[in-house]
C-alpha cells in the first residue's frame, strides 16, 4: 500500500523541505514506521508509548483516526494521511 | 412571536429541509439557521447563558469588565449582551479576521486587542489568559472552557432539534469551542442513544499552523470525545465549494465554516446511501455569508476563493 503523508510545517526539516512525502503500509502504525525508517526522528514526534501524542491530530482521508481504530486503522492504496497540530477550530 | 427585548429571542431557530441537496428521499438533510439569532450566529446562545450564568454566580457589577478571546462571531454575541446588561468588553481577536467582525464589535461598543496572525485562535487565547493574569479584576468568561457554554446547547438547541426532528439519526456542527457539539451531542444522545454525533473541524492554511510546536497544542478543556462519533477536517477548497453550493441550490446565503459542516453532513449523507439506510441529517448554519463578503468567497472562481482564504481565520 503506498499513500500520501501531508508533512506540517514543523515537522518538514525531517523531510527536506517536502510537503507531501509517499509512505508504505497497511495500517497507519506501519505508515508511521514507514517514515520513521526514511526521515528518522519523525516517528517519536508523532507517537509515544501510550500512542498518538495528545496534541498530534491524524486523518485519514480527512476524518480523525480516534474515532477510527486510530494507528491500528488500516490504509489503502492512494488514501492521504494529514498531520495537523491540535488548534482551536472554528466559527468562536 | 413576541418577545420583551431582543435578548429574549436567542434560539428557537427555524429548521429547513434541503429538498435539492437531499440525495434521496429517504436520505434527507435538514439546515438549524442559527444564523436567524439577534446578531446572525449561534453564539448568541453561549455568550447569554455565560453572562447570566456569572450574574447568578455573582461575578458581574455594573460596569465590570468583561475579557474574551474569539475569532468573532461569540465576540460580537458577548458585545450585544454586555452593551444591554451595563458591562465593558475587550476582546482579544486574531489579526487575521474579517474586517466585518472588527465593524461590528465596535458598533456594539466592543474594544479589540490583536493577537498576532500566527498561531490563529490559539495565539488569542494565550493572549487573554496572559491579560487576565495582570488584571484580576476583568472577567474572562472564557468559552472553550465555561460549562455555560454547552449547558445553553444542552438546554436549547438539543430539546428544539428533537422536536422539530424526532427521526433526527445524524446531527453534524462545527467543532470550535466544542460548545455545540458536546451541548447538542449530550442531549440528543441521551434521548436517542443511536444518534451519531459528526464534527466538522475546519483545515486552515499553513500559516495558522505553521508555527505550533507540536507540544503546544490547545485542546478546549470542554471537549470530550466520547460523545463525538466522529470528525472530519474540511479544508477551504470543499468549504467554499460546499457554501455556494448552499446558496445556489437551496437559497441558503451561510458563511464558510457552514459550508464545511454541509461538507461533512453530506459525506454521512453517502454514507447512508450506500448502506441502503434511512437517515435525517441535522446541520449547524452557524452564521450567514454578510460578514465575509469581504473575503472574496462568492467572486470569481472557486479557487481564486480558495487562495482569498489563505492565512484567515475562515471559519
Redesign the interface.
Known amino acids: 500500500m503506498s499513500v500520501d503523508v501531508r508533512i ?4 518538514r526539516p525531517f523531510t527536506s523541505g517536502e510537503k507531501v512525502v509517499t509512505a508504505q503500509g497497511a495500517t497507519l502504525d506501519a505508515v508511521i514506521k514507514d517514515l520513521d525508517a526514511n526521515y528518522p526522528g519523525i516517528g517519536e ?1 508523532l507517537v509515544d508509548d501510550s500512542g498518538l ?5 491524524v ?1 485519514v482521508n ?3 483516526v ?3 481504530e486510530s494507528l491500528a486503522t488500516p490504509v489503502q492504496d492512494g488514501d492521504t494521511v ?1 498531520i ?9 | 412571536m413576541r418577545y420583551n427585548s431582543l435578548i429574549d429571542s436567542v434560539g428557537h431557530t427555524p429548521l429547513v429541509g434541503l429538498p435539492v441537496l437531499s440525495p434521496t428521499p429517504e436520505v434527507r438533510l435538514w439546515a438549524k439557521m442559527e444564523d436567524h439569532n439577534p446578531t446572525g450566529s449561534v453564539k448568541d446562545r453561549a455568550a447569554l447563558a455565560m453572562i447570566t450564568q456569572a450574574e447568578k454566580d455573582g461575578l458581574l457589577q455594573p460596569g465590570s469588565v468583561l475579557l474574551e478571546p474569539t475569532s468573532g462571531n461569540t465576540g460580537i454575541s458577548l458585545a450585544m449582551v454586555a452593551k444591554q446588561r451595563g458591562y465593558r468588553l475587550i476582546c482579544v481577536m486574531p489579526e487575521n479576521t474579517s474586517a466585518e467582525r472588527r465593524q461590528l464589535l465596535s458598533m456594539y461598543g466592543a474594544e479589540v486587542i490583536s493577537s498576532p496572525a500566527a498561531g490563529g485562535s490559539n495565539e488569542a487565547v494565550r493572549v487573554a489568559k496572559g491579560l487576565a493574569q495582570e488584571h484580576p479584576d476583568w472577567v474572562m468568561l472564557y468559552q472553550y472552557g465555561n460549562p455555560a457554554n454547552a449547558q445553553a446547547h444542552y438546554e436549547t438547541p438539543g430539546p428544539e432539534l428533537l422536536a422539530d426532528l424526532p427521526s433526527i439519526t445524524h446531527f453534524v456542527a462545527g467543532l470550535g469551542t466544542t460548545g455545540t457539539l458536546m451541548g447538542t451531542g449530550r442531549y440528543l444522545r441521551e434521548h436517542k442513544p443511536e444518534v451519531q454525533i459528526i464534527a466538522a473541524e475546519p483545515r486552515y492554511g499553513e500559516l495558522v499552523y505553521g508555527l505550533r510546536n507540536l507540544d503546544e497544542g490547545f485542546v478546549p478543556e470542554l471537549y470530550d470525545p466520547t460523545v463525538l462519533t466522529t470528525r472530519f477536517s474540511v479544508g477551504a477548497h470543499d468549504a467554499v465549494r460546499r457554501t455556494r453550493e448552499l446558496l445556489e441550490q437551496e437559497g441558503i446565503f451561510a458563511g464558510p465554516s457552514t459550508g464545511g459542516i454541509l461538507h461533512a453532513a453530506l459525506a454521512m449523507a453517502r454514507k447512508a446511501v450506500q448502506r441502503g439506510e434511512q437517515a435525517d441529517i441535522a446541520f449547524i448554519v452557524c452564521d450567514g455569508g454578510w460578514k465575509y463578503l469581504s473575503t472574496g468567497l462568492y467572486e470569481g472562481t472557486l479557487e481564486e476563493a480558495e487562495a482569498a482564504l489563505e492565512g484567515q481565520l475562515w471559519a
Open positions: 506540517p510545517t514543523i515537522l514526534r501524542r495528545r496534541f498530534v491530530n486523518y480527512d476524518e480523525d480516534r474515532f477510527l494529514t495537523l497540530p491540535a488548534v482551536a477550530g472554528g466559527c468562536h
